[in-house]
């Protein structure tokens, strides 16, 4: 399995997922030229790509989904909640709107089922697995997927304000990691941004911050673990140095060892490849 993250933070996010027989793009938060650019450094197209998975309808994350739904042919997966709030969205573009009626209607958007409020069925798509987990952010219905392909498994877990207790079980020892790590509360606190958006990042619904994301890592990693990537890094609230100290602080306090494991701050540019 191969990672490339195109993009990770509040200008956009868009992952690149390659199995020995399957292409997946995880969200669309950028543009589609940036796509099509970052794709043919791996000899790809959009038509190349079998699966997108849509974690939620941010336009951090769904920027160039509609471009992408018109020219490519791609089998899309996203929650109900995700789906009703594009059309929504949409409603006033009558092309795009249409658009996602017509791309739901003919099966190439696949609605995800969802369990109850923390578990959603998994979906067996070739040789790829795909479990949804239930994410809590201000918007419709948000989630993060584990994908298993190739005997590895990855683990995308952005955009949430904690990580539940019954979502950590489907996140233990996995091979890889993309996890939020948004913000230094200190610097977040100290920042020119309004109190209300404070409060919202602060908030169940909002944004991991450094902390709570070591702890969770601290819970969730085991002996398979080899890659963690940083994800979704606040260009004003964070710095890369932060990040990496808190998690030296928060693993040493718990003693987690970290040898043989990769460590990577994401950033809104394109990150180096990775495989696990």
Request: aromatic share 8%.
């Amino acid at each position: 399995m191969k990672i490339s993250v195109f993009s990770s933070g509040s200008s956009g996010n868009c992952e690149l997922i390659r199995t020995k027989n399957l292409n997946i793009l995880i969200d669309a938060g950028i543009t589609k030229k940036q796509i099509d650019e970052n794709l043919l450094e791996y000899d790809l197209t959009l038509n190349d790509i079998d699966v997108l998975l849509i974690t939620h309808e941010h336009s951090d994350h769904v920027k160039s989904l509609v471009s992408l739904l018109k020219y490519a042919n791609i089998k899309t997966f996203m929650s109900r909640g995700t789906y009703y709030a594009l059309l929504k969205e949409n409603e006033n573009k009558q092309a795009s709107f249409n658009l996602l009626k017509n791309r739901f209607d003919d099966g190439m958007i696949v609605l995800l089922n969802r369990l109850d409020n923390f578990d959603y069925e998994e979906i067996n798509y070739l040789d790829l697995k795909i479990k949804p987990i239930a994410a809590f952010h201000d918007a419709a219905e948000c989630v993060g997927y584990v994908l298993e392909a190739d005997e590895k498994r990855l683990g995308l877990l952005t955009d949430t304000g904690y990580v539940h207790q019954k979502v950590i079980p489907y996140l233990l020892n996995l091979d890889c990691y993309i996890l939020e790590s948004n913000h230094d509360p200190e610097m977040l606190m100290s920042s020119s941004r309004p109190y209300y958006l404070k409060q919202r990042i602060l908030s169940d619904h909002g944004h991991l911050s450094n902390q709570d994301s070591m702890a969770t890592l601290v819970k969730i990693m085991g002996d398979k673990t080899k890659l963690v990537m940083h994800a979704h890094i606040s260009n004003e609230c964070n710095l890369s140095e932060i990040v990496e100290l808190t998690r030296k602080t928060v693993f040493n306090e718990y003693g987690i060892s970290t040898e043989g494991i990769k460590f990577v701050v994401l950033h809104d540019y394109k990150s180096e490849d990775y495989e696990i």
